[in-house]
């Protein structure tokens, strides 16, 4: 049996050490006030039996709460007050230096916790143990200095998160919308220097790739794309191809038709695509950020963007040759063709696409045919999304963020803007919390409600005012030279943080466990569906307030929880013990979704989860869990149909797995060691070494390579299939 220590190392557990602790306390109170031998034995055992019943590994805290639990259940509250007392002492030096051990125990890749914090980061590497010394450092100064003591002690038992508070100290915001072709276009600055209008697709693709690796390292969310800023250089190239090839001909004193000049020209043309996007794929895999990973980059494909004719038809074959080599994948170390993590893709179904006798439905069908490879790309309905968002189709930020609709037309001459804008941070509610709190009285529940929402518009509002007076200089490339603007030098961001530009996100988590705990049924019983959108009406009720009261974007953001959902469930146990079916697994479920046991079919849930998306309008994303789907692919088409009929956003979970010790490329399995861990293991030749195997899971909205926390792989392990 494993714990894990205060620095994150995880070790053996050994009895000895709390039965020392005990005897030291003991000594110190007079000889009838003492524990017994076989007391301070019992109490040791029973502190083993209770981390065993836990599932997981317990930490230091934990542990020496099950102690003075022990000591007083005893009745020596003697000893337990000097067992006390010694812990606070620690307590104390330990708060003297807070950083110390966590920093040592990054540089060693001995932190259990950071190696599963991030399923992209890879904590071995240099860069990424620089990234998280640095996030430590600011966690340390957020913590005593940068947040009320409410906030922090919420954030640490669970109650909220305050997300990035390792990014905290500085005056970063969280994901954005590229203004890519403000940056084509117009020219752009990266490290000091001048890039200008590109004059060929190829090199428009490599600027981009350039840029977004900049930006990545100057805020700590994803960033969105789309390829409709890039589709106008086709035309570019092409333009350029023609006079070559007409000069060519001329050269060689040969005559040629336009229709044969045309013709060789757009094989090149095709061949610039394939150049182009291969730039795309490959540097957004290779290039790393100043945080140690891939750009956590979205890729936005909608035919619709562009005017019909030859753009459209531009677009069309950039779209077809993205999904190609998404198809193909990357090659790992060995040389096998694999899934990568980035860049993600989104795929817009709209009515020139989603029929069999559409004009682009043959794109559709590669799609299909990607996700059912590959796993992406997700789906955005623009039948649903002109429903909820007055009319308008954008991509979301990041993995599931989505900016609220233009209503005024923010653009330069009243247009409808999406490109440019940002978000400016997250603090997530957790609703299982709340439910655990009310015991079960909803008189007490709406209270607790109001308190704690009220909690998180404060942190909230830390966040914005972290951001107020931040000037243009500290990220260029966002504010002055146009990924999110063109400020001057010494400006000020302020104006971008009112009137609706940018949001600023209520998160929730929990709620299948709250509506079982009020309710004692599921959401999808009736009963508790009535009770589950009474709560997301109040939480948008609330934003909406906030927002009419301050003029900032305040919007509800269904929380694509990763590590936190382990810290989320670890606090809910050490607060309430463990509860069936609320609070007695290692994970909670990420916002509305249905929890991830519960046996439905993929269309009632798709259908079910859409009243709650709606009412999620600062981002979301529903699933289907799904079996190997590459002989199949009318079953994914249908279930494509169904998302354009029925919900904004969706995806379809597949699989994609390769052992490279034998082969296999299969699903490597998730099974329960010796210690009571959750490993992955080849089913074939029984490996589990995590370093000879790639492994790829959808987690949050978006795919993860590089393995989770004991919460998140239970999580996975215990998913059911939806079709």
Same mark, same amino acid.
């Given at each position: 049996?494993?714990?894990?220590?205060?620095?994150?190392?995880?070790?053996?557990?050994?009895?000895?050490?709390?039965?020392?602790?005990?005897?030291?306390?003991?000594?110190? %109170?007079?000889?009838?006030?003492?524990?017994?031998?076989?007391?301070?034995?019992?109490? @040791?055992?029973?502190?083993?039996?209770?981390?065993?019943?836990?599932?997981?590994?317990?930490?230091?805290?934990?542990?020496?709460?099950?102690?003075?639990?022990?000591?007083?259940?005893?009745?020596?509250?003697?000893?337990?007050?000097?067992?006390?007392?010694?812990?606070?002492? *620690?307590?104390?030096?330990?708060?003297?230096?807070?950083?110390?051990?966590?920093?040592?125990?990054?540089?060693?890749?001995?932190?259990?916790?950071?190696?599963? &914090?991030?399923?992209?980061?890879?904590?071995?590497?240099?860069?990424?143990?620089?990234?998280?010394?640095?996030? =430590? %450092?600011?966690?340390?100064?957020?913590?005593?200095?940068?947040?009320?003591?409410?906030?922090?002690?919420?954030?640490?038992?669970?109650?909220?998160?305050?997300?990035?508070?390792?990014?905290?100290?500085? *005056?970063?915001?969280?994901?954005?919308?590229?203004?890519?072709?403000?940056?084509?276009?117009?020219?752009?600055?990266?490290?000091?220097?001048?890039?200008?209008?590109? *004059?060929?697709?190829?090199?428009?693709?490599?600027?981009?790739?350039?840029?977004?690796?900049?930006?990545?390292?100057? #805020?700590?969310?994803?960033?969105?794309?789309?390829?409709?800023?890039?589709?106008?250089?086709?035309?570019?190239?092409?333009?350029?191809?023609?006079?070559?090839?007409?000069? =060519?001909?001329?050269?060689?004193?040969?005559?040629?038709?336009?229709?044969?000049?045309?013709?060789?020209?757009?094989?090149?043309?095709?061949? @610039?695509?394939?150049?182009?996007?291969?730039?795309?794929?490959?540097?957004?895999?290779?290039?790393?950020?100043?945080?140690?990973?891939?750009?956590?980059?979205?890729?936005?494909?909608?035919?619709?963007?562009?005017?019909?004719?030859?753009?459209?038809?531009?677009?069309?074959?950039?779209?077809? &040759?993205?999904?190609?080599?998404?198809?193909?994948?990357?090659?790992?170390?060995?040389?096998?063709?694999?899934?990568?993590?980035?860049?993600?893709?989104?795929?817009?179904?709209?009515?020139?696409?989603?029929?069999?006798?559409?004009?682009?439905?043959?794109?559709?069908?590669?799609?299909?045919?990607?996700?059912?490879?590959?796993?992406?790309?997700?789906?955005?309905?623009?039948?649903?999304?002109?429903?909820?968002?007055?009319?308008?189709?954008?991509?979301?930020?990041? $993995?599931?963020?989505?900016?609220?609709?233009?209503?005024?037309?923010?653009?330069?001459?009243?247009?409808?803007?999406?490109?440019?804008?940002?978000?400016?941070?997250?603090?997530? !509610?957790?609703?299982?919390?709340?439910? $655990?709190?009310?015991?079960?009285?909803?008189?007490?529940?709406?209270?607790?409600?109001?308190?704690?929402?009220?909690?998180?518009?404060?942190?909230?509002? $830390?966040?914005?005012?972290?951001?107020?007076?931040?000037?243009?200089?500290?990220?260029?490339?966002?504010?002055?030279?146009?990924?999110?603007?063109?400020?001057?030098?010494?400006?000020?961001?302020?104006?971008?943080?009112?009137?609706?530009?940018?949001?600023?996100?209520?998160?929730?988590?929990?709620? $299948?466990?709250?509506?079982?705990?009020?309710?004692?049924?599921?959401?999808?019983?009736?009963?508790?569906?009535?009770?589950?959108?009474? %709560?997301? #009406?109040?939480?948008?009720?609330?934003?909406?307030?906030?927002?009419?009261?301050?003029?900032?974007?305040?919007?509800?953001?269904?929380?694509?929880? @990763?590590?936190?959902?382990?810290?989320?469930?670890?606090?809910?146990?050490?607060?309430?013990?463990?509860?069936?079916?609320?609070?007695?697994?290692?994970?909670?479920?990420?916002?509305?979704?249905?929890?991830?046991? &519960?046996?439905?079919?993929?269309?009632?849930?798709?259908?079910?989860?859409?009243?709650?998306?709606?009412?999620?309008?600062?981002?979301?994303?529903?699933?289907?869990?799904?079996?190997?789907?590459?002989?199949?692919?009318?079953?994914?088409?249908?279930?494509? @149909?169904?998302?354009?009929?029925?919900?904004?956003?969706?995806? !379809?979970?597949?699989?994609?797995?390769?052992?490279?010790?034998?082969?296999?490329?299969?699903?490597?399995?998730?099974?329960?060691?010796?210690?009571?861990?959750?490993?992955?293991?080849?089913?074939?030749?029984?490996?589990?070494?995590?370093?000879?195997?790639?492994?790829?899971?959808?987690?949050?909205?978006?795919?993860?390579?590089?393995?989770?926390?004991?919460?998140?792989?239970?999580?996975?392990?215990?998913?059911?299939? *939806?079709?």
């Amino acid at each position: 049996m494993k714990i894990i220590k205060r620095s994150g190392k995880e070790m053996v557990f050994d009895g000895r050490k709390i039965t020392a602790a005990i005897e030291r306390a003991n000594k110190e %109170v007079s000889e009838k006030m003492r524990l017994s031998n076989s007391q301070i034995r019992d109490i @040791e055992r029973e502190v083993e039996d209770n981390c065993k019943s836990l599932t997981r590994a317990a930490n230091v805290e934990e542990i020496q709460d099950m102690v003075e639990n022990g000591i007083m259940g005893a009745g020596r509250y003697e000893v337990a007050r000097k067992y006390i007392t010694y812990r606070y002492k *620690h307590a104390l030096v330990r708060q003297a230096n807070t950083t110390d051990d966590q920093i040592l125990s990054l540089i060693e890749c001995s932190n259990e916790e950071v190696k599963q &914090e991030n399923s992209n980061k890879n904590p071995t590497v240099n860069s990424v143990q620089r990234d998280y010394m640095a996030g =430590e %450092v600011s966690r340390d100064l957020t913590k005593r200095f940068l947040l009320p003591e409410e906030v922090v002690r919420a954030h640490e038992e669970g109650i909220i998160h305050f997300h990035d508070s390792d990014y905290f100290a500085q *005056h970063m915001h969280n994901c954005c919308l590229v203004n890519l072709e403000d940056m084509l276009q117009n020219g752009t600055v990266i490290s000091e220097t001048m890039i200008e209008k590109p *004059h060929s697709f190829a090199t428009a693709c490599n600027i981009a790739t350039q840029a977004i690796a900049q930006i990545a390292s100057s #805020q700590y969310g994803g960033q969105s794309i789309t390829l409709s800023h890039l589709v106008p250089f086709v035309e570019v190239s092409r333009q350029r191809f023609r006079k070559e090839v007409r000069e =060519e001909f001329e050269e060689s004193h040969m005559d040629a038709t336009e229709e044969q000049i045309n013709s060789i020209a757009e094989m090149r043309v095709r061949k @610039e695509v394939n150049r182009g996007v291969q730039v795309i794929q490959y540097q957004v895999i290779t290039l790393m950020t100043t945080n140690g990973q891939a750009p956590f980059i979205t890729v936005y494909m909608y035919l619709d963007e562009v005017p019909e004719g030859q753009l459209r038809d531009d677009l069309a074959m950039v779209i077809e &040759e993205m999904l190609r080599q998404r198809i193909q994948g990357v090659k790992n170390e060995k040389g096998v063709w694999i899934t990568p993590a980035f860049p993600k893709l989104i795929y817009v179904l709209d009515e020139d696409n989603i029929y069999e006798d559409s004009k682009y439905y043959y794109l559709t069908r590669l799609a299909a045919k990607c996700t059912a490879k590959r796993m992406v790309p997700d789906y955005i309905s623009a039948k649903k999304m002109k429903e909820y968002k007055n009319g308008d189709v954008y991509p979301c930020m990041g $993995c599931r963020s989505f900016l609220t609709p233009d209503k005024e037309g923010l653009g330069e001459n009243g247009e409808h803007k999406y490109y440019g804008r940002f978000n400016q941070g997250v603090v997530t !509610l957790n609703l299982v919390d709340v439910a $655990c709190s009310s015991g079960k009285d909803e008189e007490t529940f709406w209270k607790l409600m109001e308190d704690r929402t009220e909690l998180c518009y404060r942190a909230l509002m $830390c966040r914005h005012k972290r951001l107020l007076g931040t000037p243009s200089d500290v990220a260029p490339i966002l504010w002055q030279y146009g990924a999110l603007a063109r400020l001057k030098k010494g400006e000020k961001i302020d104006k971008l943080l009112f009137n609706n530009y940018s949001t600023i996100s209520l998160g929730y988590a929990g709620l $299948c466990e709250c509506t079982k705990y009020m309710k004692g049924v599921s959401h999808t019983d009736p009963a508790g569906k009535e009770f589950a959108l009474k %709560v997301m #009406q109040f939480m948008n009720d609330k934003c909406a307030k906030w927002r009419a009261a301050t003029n900032i974007s305040f919007s509800l953001y269904g929380t694509p929880l @990763e590590s936190t959902t382990y810290k989320f469930a670890k606090c809910l146990q050490k607060r309430f013990g463990q509860i069936p079916e609320v609070t007695d697994r290692n994970y909670i479920t990420n916002s509305y979704h249905v929890h991830v046991t &519960e046996k439905i079919d993929a269309f009632t849930k798709l259908k079910f989860e859409s009243e709650f998306q709606e009412l999620s309008p600062g981002g979301a994303i529903s699933y289907v869990e799904v079996p190997n789907m590459s002989n199949n692919l009318d079953a994914v088409l249908a279930v494509m @149909e169904y998302i354009y009929d029925n919900i904004m956003y969706a995806e !379809l979970n597949t699989k994609s797995d390769y052992c490279q010790k034998c082969g296999y490329d299969g699903e490597i399995m998730i099974v329960t060691d010796k210690d009571d861990k959750l490993v992955w293991e080849c089913p074939n030749c029984g490996n589990r070494d995590q370093n000879t195997m790639n492994v790829a899971r959808r987690t949050c909205g978006y795919i993860g390579t590089q393995y989770w926390n004991q919460g998140r792989t239970q999580e996975i392990k215990e998913r059911v299939l *939806h079709l």
